[in-house]
């Protein structure tokens, strides 16, 4: 991770009640992490929560959302805006979920999560900016064309990269059990700061967090943590259960 400083976000996805999710923001206030020289934790619990989350957990942790949508107040039913995420403290949002992109009833275009980026980022949230590619376009060797066309997207409405940090989530792997090796995902990473380098700056290549997510667990961090050029995780399963504080302090 070179002197870039680790990210570690947790993605509750639909799950919790009140009461489930006080546990966890007790768990979660229970991880030791060294201030300044520590791990960057932001927890991403539904929309109905992130009050009540921002509100009892520990202001050293941040807050993200799970989406927003690419405009102001209006008459947009059933949307929340970036504006009002700020509004109750929360200071990320996870924007280009698999989930989103490919849930058949969800099915956001690369230029909708475009949009949501701009809007986010104009508002002043930090944008968790999620790309990965399907089993089939792995297997057709498509990997990168994948991650860069999902890039390239988002790249055109960028101006400035210091409050987003890319999540690259194999698709296979996400909540599979099936982690991609450590090996093949710092050779993805190092592929993407490259482009980084070559198509934005050397500095935005070299300060970047790409952040690795896809059934990470209190077992395979470790390793995963030890790879140049992953930055940090995001995770998805385990960040509901204990084993979350291992893999937040996983990069020792
Ligand atoms: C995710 O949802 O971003 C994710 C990586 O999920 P999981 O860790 O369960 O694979």
């Given amino acids: 991770a070179n002197n870039r400083h680790f990210f570690v976000g947790g993605n509750w996805k639909c799950n919790g009640n009140k009461r489930s999710i006080l546990e966890l923001v007790e768990l979660v206030n229970g991880i030791h992490v060294e201030r300044n020289t520590g791990v960057e934790v932001v927890c991403a619990p539904p929309f109905p929560y992130l009050d009540l989350v921002r509100s009892t957990l520990k202001k050293e942790f941040g807050v993200a959302a799970q989406n927003c949508w690419i405009a102001g107040s209006g008459a947009y039913t059933g949307e929340v805006s970036a504006d009002m995420l700020l509004d109750v403290g929360?200071?990320?949002v996870i924007l280009g979920h698999s989930e989103r992109?490919?849930?058949p009833e969800l099915h956001e275009s690369d230029e909708t999560i475009a949009q949501k980026t701009e809007k986010a980022l104009e508002s002043g949230l930090g944008v968790i900016l999620c790309i990965g590619e399907l089993l089939q376009e792995r297997e057709n060797g498509k990997t990168l064309d994948v991650c860069i066309r999902q890039l390239n997207?988002?790249?055109k409405v960028v101006t400035d990269w210091q409050k987003v940090v890319v999540a690259y989530e194999p698709v296979w792997a996400i909540g599979t059990g099936k982690v991609a090796t450590p090996e093949r995902a710092q050779e993805v990473h190092n592929a993407v700061r490259q482009w980084f380098r070559n198509n934005i700056s050397t500095q935005v290549a070299d300060k970047l967090r790409i952040i690795y997510?896809?059934?990470v667990n209190g077992q395979n961090c470790g390793r995963l943590?030890?790879?140049r050029d992953i930055d940090g995780f995001l995770v998805g399963g385990a960040s509901l259960k204990p084993e979350?504080?291992?893999i937040v302090l996983s990069h020792r």
């Fill in 101 to 103: 992109r490919h849930l």
């Fill in 90 to 92: 929360v200071e990320w």
């Fill in 225 to 227: 943590a030890g790879q």
């Fill in 213 to 215: 997510g896809g059934s």
């Fill in 244 to 246: 979350f504080a291992e």
């Fill in 153 to 155: 997207a988002v790249a």
